[in-house]
């Protein structure tokens, strides 16, 4: 199993939907994650860190489920510019970071 | 705040020729520094972590190596590139799992080998 793992996508979806990405992680003990959005040819930004209460920012939300290993990433009312790829990432204790490959996202006008 | 400083932003090199990326970090000291990878439709690969000088951990195997020669530097080298090397390559740097501090990036060098 891999230690990290998205659905690569794509998600096309009309403007205005609603929108949502799991992401697994393998390792137990991970024990910090983020979501990251990565724009064509450009780094990887970082769009939110994820709590263990859950974290809303704007249109996101993130969520944690610790006792079936996994992140959420909800976006609403999507823009065009919501367009990208996003990233989830998880730390472990031994200070490595995982990068997933990323979902794509494309919201149609 | 952390800066991150990566260059060259673009780089072209022919087959066989050696290769010196360069990452220097401000703002912070004793960072985890990380070198990334980016190949054409795939995925951030992690190449080699570091966390501290001389300390070098290597994710998978290839033709590149890493060193760490100061606190706030860290060089991806090469000795003979192959055409497999082309790719993003991201500099990263963090401070570790204290209340999910977030990473840091540069802004990539894109490398191409002809």
């Known amino acids: 199993r891999k230690e990290v793992e998205q659905d690569p996508g794509p998600f096309n979806v009309p403007e205005g939907a609603t929108v949502a990405f799991n992401c697994t992680y393998s390792?137990?003990?991970?024990?910090?994650f983020f979501w990251y959005r990565q724009d064509c040819r450009k780094e990887p930004k970082l769009l939110m860190s994820v709590y263990s209460s859950g974290n809303e920012d704007g249109r996101f939300t993130a969520q944690l489920n610790r006792a079936s290993q996994y992140i959420s990433l909800l976006i609403r009312d999507s823009k065009l510019s919501d367009s990208a790829t996003y990233l989830c990432v998880v730390e472990n204790r031994d200070d490595k970071i995982i990068f997933g490959k990323g979902t794509r996202l494309h919201i149609l006008p | 705040s952390q800066t991150i400083h990566q260059w060259p932003a673009t780089l072209v090199q022919p087959v066989g020729s050696p290769l010196s990326l360069e990452c220097t970090v401000e703002?912070?000291?004793?960072?985890?520094l990380y070198w990334y990878r980016q190949a054409a439709g795939r995925g951030l690969q992690l190449l080699f972590y570091?966390?501290?000088?001389?300390?070098i951990s290597s994710e998978v195997p290839q033709n590149l190596s890493a060193s760490r020669p100061q606190d706030r530097q860290f060089i991806l080298s090469s000795k003979k590139l192959l055409l497999s090397d082309s790719g993003f390559y991201l500099c990263a740097s963090g401070q570790g799992s204290i209340d999910n501090q977030p990473q840091h990036f540069g802004d990539g060098t894109r490398l191409s080998i002809l």
């Open positions: 703002g912070t000291s004793n960072p985890n």
């Open positions: 570091s966390v501290g000088i001389g300390q």
């Open positions: 390792n137990s003990a991970s024990q910090s």
